[in-house]
């Protein structure tokens, strides 16, 4: 891995999904509330972004990836 490796895009997981911009005051249980009608969620959308969160803080206006899951979204309507 090159020192600048960490700059790259991260491809798209292969499962699909929505991107969407991070608005204020959304947190990851909020959009897999919103999305998904299910907070337990949060943990894909955190799986499918670790690279681009800084900790657990999502910044307003940021790109964020729903992945697909079965049976439950995303919504294309929320």
């Keep these: 891995m090159g020192l600048f490796d960490f700059l790259k895009k991260k491809p798209a997981s292969s499962g699909g999904g929505v991107t969407i911009k991070v608005?204020?005051?959304d947190t990851l249980r909020s959009l897999a509330r919103k999305y998904y009608d299910d907070e337990s969620v949060y943990i894909?959308?955190?799986e499918a972004n670790k690279?681009?969160?800084d900790g657990?803080?999502?910044v307003p206006?940021?790109?964020c990836l729903l992945p697909t899951v079965a049976g439950k979204g995303p919504k294309a309507d929320a």
């Design 44 to 46: 894909r959308i955190y």
């Design 61 to 63: 206006g940021q790109d």
């Design 51 to 53: 690279w681009r969160i």
């Design 56 to 58: 657990d803080e999502l």
């Design 23 to 25: 608005g204020p005051r």
